[in-house]
């Protein structure tokens, strides 16, 4: 049985563990076959960096930040969603996390459930996370030259993927990069890559 995450943050700033984490969206994913969807959002932790910039790039303000339900409410019910299609228990039964500039996403998830007292990070998903990114810059390679950045709206745009939403929203992000992801691996299927 195949069990992904497609999972996307938003955070206060570049750098866990110092940014605060203020929305985590996924799509489930068994067999593939869409399961079920959130969108998350909590508030900083005390003392979490707020880069003006990064407010700028999320469109949030301080105040706005601060009126978002506590982390550690938002961090139960994102363990609710995980506990209903993994077995923490049985070591075999994992996600594999699958994200834009995947090492980013997990490194933040990571430093923000350490910060909510949670344990056994492991035992939810495996290790590496699969990048989105990496894989499209392989498949991009050709019209690299042509795009004017890498970024994840300028690379769904070259491969004519859409998503309703906002850029920089969590929920929207993860459908694009939910959308990149079938797109190449029905690719890589069809060539006979993937079995």
């Given amino acids: 049985m195949s069990k992904l995450l497609h999972l996307d943050v938003e955070t206060t700033g570049l750098y866990a563990p110092g940014a605060g984490l203020v929305q985590v969206a996924g799509i489930v994913e068994i067999d593939g076959e869409e399961v079920e969807t959130f969108d998350l959002r909590c508030r900083p932790f005390p003392g979490d960096l707020l880069n003006k910039d990064a407010l700028q790039i999320i469109g949030k303000t301080r105040e706005e930040l601060a009126a978002l339900p506590d982390p550690a409410d938002t961090f139960r019910e994102l363990l609710d969603v995980l506990d209903?299609?993994?077995?923490?228990?049985?070591?075999?039964d994992k996600f594999f996390m699958?994200?834009?500039n995947a090492s980013f996403d997990n490194e933040h998830?990571?430093?923000w459930w350490k910060k909510c007292g949670g344990e056994y990070f492991g035992a939810y998903f495996w290790t590496p996370p699969l990048c989105v990114m990496t894989l499209a810059g392989i498949?991009?390679?050709?019209s690299r030259p042509d795009l004017p950045n890498f970024k994840l709206a300028t690379v769904a745009q070259a491969m004519r993927i859409t998503a309703d939403g906002d850029p920089h929203d969590a929920l929207t992000d993860v459908r694009l990069s939910a959308g990149i992801w079938r797109r190449l691996l029905r690719a890589a299927e069809k060539k006979g890559i993937l079995r």
């Fill in 84 to 92: 209903r299609h993994v077995d923490r228990f049985d070591k075999a």
């Fill in 98 to 100: 699958v994200a834009y």
């Fill in 109 to 111: 998830l990571r430093a």
């Fill in 139 to 142: 498949a991009l390679r050709p």
